[in-house]
Nanobody
Framework: QVQLVESGGDLVHPGGSLRLSCAAS????????MGWYRQAPGKQRELVAH???????NYTDSVKGRFTISRDNAKNTVYLQMNSLKSEDTAVYYC???????????WGQGTQVTVSS
């Protein structure tokens, strides 16, 4: 069974930084894609960034140049470095992972990021 455990969400001032982490449990699991979605109150969940195991990345336009996704394949862990945070980045951030063999998508429980003065 795969579990994704997130950490790093917090309250931060505009212009500040946060680093989210997400570790996938389970021995022997390999994930082709790991990434982050977010959902703000009253809005649909949107893709923030994802990263293939080979290193290819994809970002939504609103975070390009401010957020950086990275992953440690050996640890099945994905990170999201968020800089120059804005109030519109406030949301619950969800980690996800796509299993290489089964194609099943797994989700974390979500971590709250609040950007406010």
């Amino acid at each position: 069974q795969v579990q994704l455990v997130e950490s790093g969400g917090d309250l931060v001032h505009p212009g500040g930084s946060l680093r989210l982490s997400c570790a996938a449990s389970g021995i022997g699991n390999i994930f082709s894609i790991m990434g982050w979605y977010r959902q703000a109150p009253g809005k649909q969940r949107e893709l923030v960034a994802h990263m293939h195991s080979a290193g290819n990345t994809n970002y939504t336009d609103s975070v390009k140049g401010r957020f950086t996704i990275s992953r440690d394949n050996a640890k099945n862990t994905v990170y999201l470095q968020m800089n120059s945070l804005k109030s519109e980045d406030t949301a619950v951030y969800y980690c996800y992972a796509l299993h290489w063999i089964t194609g099943q998508k797994y989700w974390g429980q979500g971590t709250q990021v609040t950007v406010s003065s």
